[in-house]
């Protein structure tokens, strides 16, 4: 199975001169965390994630700890508004570089891609790099579920049971 097979091809994308407020815009009318980014022919130049734009309003020192959970408020951060100057740049001021699959990449290697790189989503791209869909860790480990074989595994818990 490839991960053309499983991935959402409705995909919510932005163009890299939009501005910042407009990938906020996307990310709270469509309830995403990962947005890609695209140039005028619809090749994958970015992404932008949830994290690189509240990281507009979080303070310094959030990104300076690994584990903050001794932190049991951030008080007046949670009212925190980005400046009008943050949300009028262009999205590539916060994007980064695009981790993607092509294709006919197989689930196992797009599972990996994920779990390397620490991402909840994984955009796919086509031969010429133009974003074709985008899968999530959701999507890969249905898609690999769908393939094992629950009726025996049914039938052997029954006769265990007998």
């Known amino acids: 199975m490839k991960i053309s097979d499983c991935m959402k091809r409705n995909v919510v994308s932005i163009q890299q001169g939009a ?5 906020v815009d996307l990310v709270i009318e469509n309830l995403i965390g990962t947005v ?3 140039d005028s022919q619809g090749k994958l130049v970015g992404v932008v994630k949830l994290r690189d734009i509240l990281s507009l309003v979080m303070p310094d020192f959030v990104r300076l700890i690994d584990n903050f959970d001794f932190v049991h408020d951030f008080g007046a ?3 925190r508004q ?3 100057k943050d949300l009028n740049e262009p999205v590539n001021a916060i994007m980064q570089e695009p981790i993607y699959a092509e294709a006919d990449c197989s689930l196992l290697r797009a599972a990996a891609l ?3 790189h ?5 955009p ?3 031969s010429q790099g133009k974003l074709i869909g985008i899968a999530s860790h959701v999507d890969i480990g249905v898609a690999l579920m769908k393939k094992w074989n629950l009726a025996a595994r049914s039938s052997g818990e029954q006769s265990l049971g007998k």
């Open 118 to 122: 620490g991402l909840k989503d994984l």
């Open 19 to 23: 501005a910042v407020s407009q990938v």
């Open 124 to 126: 796919v791209v086509d």
């Open 77 to 79: 951060v949670n009212s």
């Open 36 to 38: 890609p980014v695209v």
């Open 114 to 116: 994920l779990n390397q």
């Open 82 to 84: 980005p400046t009008l």
